[in-house]
């Protein structure tokens, strides 16, 4: 219950942060009377009510859908260092976008958005067929190795395509390194139910990841499918971290450091996994994004880039300890 205390009062915290921060900075009571639909200041409605507020809400669910997805992939394949971005959504997102701006002329963030939502699906559905295995379902270890092998397949082929044609890297820069800069309510609409959906069933399953924590054989004796599972996990995970993806860009560790370091305070119940992940990976994606408009004030830094200077340091952190925390 404390977790959940703290939680639920960091998000609160991370959310005041991102209204009120910015290259014009608005006073936290002036925040709250623009909330409260207050007369203030026009500049300091239109930075609160027109900048921040839709930037803060695809924090809110760029966070949930990469915080979610990571705790489902880290219980599906029993590896307490997953990344949602092994089921390849990350790299199938960055696919379709190279194609849409390179062959169709696409050429803004909210345009990529459905053209990264459906190579994300497409990716995972992929990985999903390539790691089944007749008659058993998908398999951890070979959903694994798919999520890999087709991930390094469309990244050489993205790659190809931006040498190919410049203007297609200079066009994708600004989403690929992640960003919630210029996302409005036009890409928040379509994507917010899918990460929505994504979560209820990641919610919906968790019991069943309890159960087949102890193993297939016991699993299936105590009566959960194996099977339905796991495909309902990789649709979970391709839901959310392909709406994640799509609405902000391929966005690096949240993933994967939020569900384990909530699992060294909860324990291994997915439910408290889940649920704190949802209040908790947005804090971390909303504080990098403030911290990332004050370290190059009054320029800012790609939340992207800010979430690798976090991240990375601290999965060598994980690594470097006598025992990793495990499923």
Do not use: C
């Not at 062959?103 to 459906?118: I, K, M, N």
């Not at 099977?227 to 990789?234: D, E, I, K």
């Amino acid at each position: 219950m404390i977790l959940l205390v703290v939680s639920v009062a960091a998000l609160v915290v991370a959310i005041g942060l991102s209204l009120a921060i910015g290259t014009r900075p608005v006073p936290p009571h002036v925040v709250l009377d623009v909330i409260l639909g207050r007369p203030v200041d026009p500049q300091d409605y239109h930075a609160v009510a027109v900048l921040r507020f839709p930037r803060t809400v695809v924090g809110l669910l760029a966070g949930i859908g990469l915080g979610v997805a990571g705790a489902v992939m880290q219980a599906l394949t029993r590896n307490p260092l997953a990344d949602p971005g092994l089921l390849g959504v990350t790299a199938g997102a960055s696919f379709f976008v190279a194609i849409a701006v390179s062959a169709l002329g696409v050429g803004s963030p909210a345009a990529y958005t459905s053209f990264a939502l459906a190579g994300a699906l497409v990716a995972a559905v992929a990985v999903a067929l390539i790691g089944g295995s007749r008659g058993k379902g998908i398999d951890p270890i070979r959903l694994t190795l798919a999520g890999v092998a087709l991930t390094a397949v469309l990244t050489g082929t993205v790659s190809a395509i931006r040498a190919a044609a410049p203007r297609t890297f200079n066009a994708m820069l600004t989403w690929e390194i992640g960003s919630l800069v210029n996302r409005g309510w036009d890409v928040i609409i379509p994507i917010g139910p899918v990460i929505l959906v994504g979560t209820l069933l990641a919610f919906f399953i968790s019991g069943r990841l309890n159960t087949m924590a102890m193993g297939d054989d016991l699993a299936t004796t105590l009566g959960t499918s194996v099977a339905g599972t796991r495909v309902l996990a990789v649709l979970a995970v391709a839901a959310l971290a392909g709406g994640a993806t799509a609405i902000a860009g391929p966005i690096s560790f949240v993933g994967l450091m939020v569900p384990h370091i909530v699992r060294r305070f909860s324990g291994g119940d997915q439910r408290w996994i889940i649920g704190i992940s949802v209040l908790l990976s947005p804090v971390l994606l909303l504080l990098s994004d403030v911290l990332g408009r004050l370290v190059l004030w009054p320029g800012e830094m790609a939340v992207g880039v800010v979430t690798a200077f976090l991240g990375a340091p601290l999965l060598i952190a994980i690594i470097r300890q006598k025992k990793v925390i495990a499923l």
